[in-house]
């Protein structure tokens, strides 16, 4: 079974700089996904960013990007620009190529200061 | 509607009681998801379904869970005898159809405390 992990519980960043969020992996498979949810308050799930296993290049959205390496089954979010609004509940998330349940993290609940 | 719509937001059982939790996918959705997530943890996968069939029921955690979606769009999670560790929120998910490149899509979720 794959294990999704989170090794920051908290986090915090200023407003306008930039902070990268952890996240590791165990799976015996080649072909898989991994995905950024954020959470805000209002509890809704919104996907962030997602990386497909077999592509080399490291996925980007805008102020969101991943450093991916697969071989150490590592998949950190990095925030740039941070602004108020990215404050929220962070999960990482792992996705088997043919399987369609999502394998989350424990999440990190990142503060962003004025 | 616009997203995913869940109902109630907030439900308080007491212990014992059976409660009926419902979801509304995205019109067109083929697959729902059904996720628990206890406090302060990520959500757990429960159920999948694509259409009316349940594929996938491996993560309910006891016979008092039940998931149905009889018509292929509206599901219902029902819990009977409700326990104080079936306190949670309760998320529903759904997607265009299962394959590499659908995103699930998530509801607000429903928040069960068991008294």
């Known amino acids: 079974a794959q294990t999704v992990t989170q090794s920051q519980p908290e986090m915090s960043v200023q407003e306008a700089e930039t902070v990268t969020l952890s996240c590791t992996y165990d799976?015996?498979?080649?072909?898989?996904?991994l995905f950024w949810y954020k959470q805000p308050p209002s509890r809704q799930m919104i996907l962030v960013i997602r990386?497909?296993?077999?592509?080399?290049q490291n996925a980007t959205e805008n102020r969101f990007s991943v450093n991916f390496q697969k071989a150490a089954k590592s998949f950190s979010l990095k925030i740039s620009d941070s602004q108020l609004g990215d404050a929220a509940m962070y999960f990482c998330?792992?996705?088997?190529?043919?399987?369609?349940?999502?394998?989350f993290g424990e999440g990190t609940q990142l503060t962003v200061n004025p | 509607g616009a997203g995913v719509s869940q109902s109630p937001r907030y439900k308080v059982a007491k212990r014992g009681q059976d409660v009926a939790l419902r979801c509304d996918p995205i019109?067109?959705?083929?697959?729902l998801f059904w996720y628990q997530q206890a406090l302060g943890q990520g959500p757990e996968f429960l159920t999948y379904f694509q259409n009316e069939a349940q594929l996938d029921k491996s993560g309910l955690p006891s016979d008092r869970f039940f998931a149905e979606r009889p018509e292929g769009s509206v599901s219902t999670l029902k819990i009977q005898r409700t326990q104080q560790e079936d306190s949670a929120v309760y998320l529903c998910?759904?997607?265009?159809?299962?394959?590499?490149?659908?995103?699930?899509?998530f509801g607000p979720g429903t928040r069960l405390t068991v008294l």
């Open positions: 019109s067109g959705h083929v697959s």
């Open positions: 799976t015996s498979e080649s072909d898989y996904y």
């Open positions: 998910a759904s997607s265009t159809g299962q394959g590499p490149n659908n995103e699930q899509f």
């Open positions: 990386q497909e296993a077999y592509k080399q």
């Open positions: 998330a792992y996705r088997s190529w043919g399987g369609s349940r999502l394998t």
